[in-house]
């Protein structure tokens, strides 16, 4: 028996599951979750010793690989001076101006502290600006856990069955349309229908919470094309493709920009940040210049900044995003060609350091049906061996994979020979 499952059992008694968010409890695969005591670059160790190579990156953050030196020694310096003062910084300025010199779109952005807190408020505030209360979304994204955005969504929600939360009162969620993600046509025609009461659309530009989605050619533009016809705001959510697919994610990668967009994860630079931002006209209704309300108290926190101004500043290297792409094709043309050798029926997808591999006959997939057909049985099993030999993946096959700029050539063709071994036995 391992640590983990008696440290699984021990933190059951006190921690509803065992676990601070659902898809860390296994569900998706069975078993127990693997305990952590340490990360550092491409590698995490087990309570038991284990090392493994990690391709979750704590859900995205971890683009420079896990306590990267120049991170670690951002965030030391700055404890020095003191863990938050919920007052302005000189970093919260630098923050922005960086962001809104990096993302085209963005000409004000306020710093929140979790992803969540940033589509949530930007759905208030679309519905602020608009004075509309209907918001468009797509089933299998996942935007966080507000009330308005737990209809038919992703992530560990749909691993657990349970897209629509109960808790959610019918009276706001009637207010949520939930429309097929990558479906043009159904965007046109409910817009035809009703596209002046609805505030806005949000989504996640590359989906990450049905796997790894790609948009299909011409579905974000027909998203930009009916808010501007509808007066609707675009939200992308960017939450985990932002600074993930590209220096300008999702938008600078298909040239479609929105009006409001949601950043999280590699912007904190591993501390818990969200940020939103976007057009000073729809900015400047945030509380205190205008009459939406939006406050946090360790908002801007100086540590959190300390190291994802750090983060930020990595990216930006000449290459860096070319180098983490190349990596990314490693990995996922080494999968197709075991299972290819395997006779096992399997495709992936792929973005900057984000991709999604299913167990599927089909040979394209860009719908949520499509990955719900997939073969679960046999991700399960994959996942287990791949866990045995030391390579760890998310546990849902609802989830997209991330690689880092730390991960080597010989971790991924450690990964690729590990792949081998255990379709072998598929
Ligand atoms: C696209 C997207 N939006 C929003 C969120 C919510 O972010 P957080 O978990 O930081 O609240 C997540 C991840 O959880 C996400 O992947
Ligand atoms: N898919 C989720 C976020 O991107 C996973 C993180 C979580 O819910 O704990």
Same mark, same amino acid.
């Given at each position: 028996?391992?640590?983990?499952?008696?440290?699984?059992?021990?933190?059951?008694?006190?921690?509803?599951?065992?676990?601070?968010?659902?898809?860390? #409890?296994?569900?998706?695969?069975?078993?127990?979750?693997?305990?952590?005591?340490?990360?550092?670059?491409?590698?995490?160790?087990?309570?038991?010793?284990?090392?493994?190579? *990690?391709?979750?990156?704590?859900?995205?953050?971890?683009?420079?690989?896990?306590?990267?030196?120049?991170?670690?020694?951002?965030?030391?310096?700055?404890?020095?001076?003191?863990?938050?003062?919920?007052?302005?910084?000189?970093?919260?300025?630098?923050?922005? *101006?960086?962001?809104?010199?990096?993302?085209?779109?963005?000409?004000? /952005?306020?710093?929140?502290?979790?992803?969540?807190?940033?589509?949530? @408020?930007?759905?208030? %505030?679309?519905?602020?600006?608009?004075?509309?209360?209907?918001?468009?979304?797509?089933?299998?994204?996942?935007?966080?856990?507000?009330?308005? %955005?737990?209809?038919? !969504?992703?992530?560990?929600?749909?691993?657990?069955?349970?897209?629509?939360? &109960?808790?959610?009162?019918?009276?706001?969620?009637?207010?949520?349309? @939930?429309?097929?993600?990558?479906?043009?046509?159904?965007?046109?025609?409910?817009?035809?229908?009703?596209?002046?009461?609805?505030?806005?659309?949000?989504?996640?530009?590359?989906?990450?919470?049905?796997?790894?989605?790609?948009?299909?050619?011409?579905?974000?533009?027909? %998203?930009?094309? /009916?808010?501007?016809?509808?007066?609707?705001?675009?939200?992308?959510?960017?939450?985990?493709?932002?600074?993930?697919?590209?220096?300008?994610?999702?938008?600078?990668?298909?040239?479609?920009?929105?009006?409001? @967009?949601?950043?999280?994860?590699?912007?904190?630079?591993?501390?818990?940040?969200?940020?939103?931002?976007?057009?000073?006209?729809?900015?400047?209704?945030? #509380? &205190?210049?205008?009459?939406?309300?939006?406050?946090?108290?360790?908002?801007?926190?100086?540590?959190?900044?300390?190291?994802?101004? @750090?983060?930020?500043?990595?990216?930006?290297? &000449?290459?860096?995003?070319?180098?983490?792409? #190349?990596?990314?094709?490693?990995?996922?043309?080494?999968?197709?060609?075991?299972?290819? !050798?395997?006779?096992?029926?399997?495709?992936?997808?792929?973005?900057?350091?984000?991709?999604?591999?299913?167990?599927?006959?089909?040979?394209?997939?860009?719908?949520?049906?499509?990955?719900?057909?997939?073969?679960?049985?046999?991700?399960?099993?994959?996942?287990?061996?791949?866990?045995?030999?030391?390579?760890? %993946?998310?546990?849902?096959?609802?989830?997209?994979?991330?690689?880092?700029?730390?991960?080597? *050539?010989?971790?991924?063709?450690?990964?690729? !020979?590990?792949? *081998?071994?255990?379709?072998?036995?598929?």
């Amino acid at each position: 028996m391992s640590r983990s499952h008696d440290l699984f059992i021990a933190a059951q008694k006190h921690i509803p599951g065992g676990v601070n968010s659902p898809v860390r #409890a296994f569900k998706g695969v069975g078993g127990d979750p693997v305990f952590f005591k340490a990360a550092k670059g491409a590698y995490l160790t087990d309570e038991d010793d284990k090392q493994y190579i *990690d391709y979750v990156g704590s859900w995205g953050p971890a683009i420079l690989g896990h306590a990267h030196p120049d991170v670690i020694a951002a965030v030391q310096r700055q404890a020095e001076f003191g863990l938050t003062f919920g007052a302005p910084t000189v970093m919260e300025t630098t923050m922005a *101006d960086l962001v809104c010199e990096l993302v085209p779109s963005i000409e004000m /952005v306020r710093m929140v502290s979790s992803g969540t807190e940033a589509t949530m @408020t930007a759905i208030r %505030l679309a519905r602020g600006y608009t004075g509309r209360d209907k918001i468009v979304k797509f089933e299998g994204c996942y935007h966080g856990h507000s009330d308005s %955005l737990l209809v038919k !969504a992703g992530s560990g929600a749909l691993t657990l069955g349970v897209p629509s939360s &109960p808790g959610v009162p019918d009276s706001l969620a009637n207010h949520t349309l @939930t429309l097929t993600h990558n479906d043009a046509d159904e965007v046109r025609k409910v817009f035809n229908e009703i596209g002046d009461q609805i505030a806005c659309i949000i989504v996640e530009p590359v989906a990450g919470n049905m796997n790894c989605i790609l948009p299909e050619p011409g579905f974000l533009e027909t %998203l930009r094309e /009916v808010c501007d016809e509808h007066g609707s705001v675009l939200i992308f959510d960017e939450v985990m493709c932002g600074f993930r697919v590209g220096l300008q994610g999702a938008q600078g990668r298909y040239g479609v920009q929105a009006d409001l @967009t949601t950043y999280g994860k590699v912007i904190g630079g591993g501390m818990p940040v969200g940020a939103f931002g976007g057009k000073k006209e729809i900015m400047s209704h945030i #509380a &205190p210049l205008g009459p939406v309300y939006q406050a946090g108290t360790l908002s801007g926190n100086p540590i959190a900044m300390a190291a994802g101004l @750090t983060t930020l500043h990595m990216l930006k290297e &000449p290459g860096f995003f070319d180098q983490l792409e #190349a990596k990314t094709v490693k990995l996922v043309q080494g999968l197709q060609q075991v299972a290819d !050798a395997h006779s096992i029926p399997f495709t992936t997808n792929h973005a900057g350091g984000m991709f999604g591999f299913f167990f599927s006959e089909e040979k394209s997939i860009s719908r949520f049906a499509q990955v719900a057909k997939g073969d679960m049985e046999r991700f399960k099993r994959f996942y287990h061996g791949m866990l045995q030999e030391g390579i760890y %993946l998310a546990p849902s096959a609802y989830e997209a994979g991330f690689i880092s700029i730390m991960h080597s *050539d010989e971790d991924i063709a450690k990964t690729i !020979a590990a792949a *081998d071994k255990v379709m072998a036995s598929l």
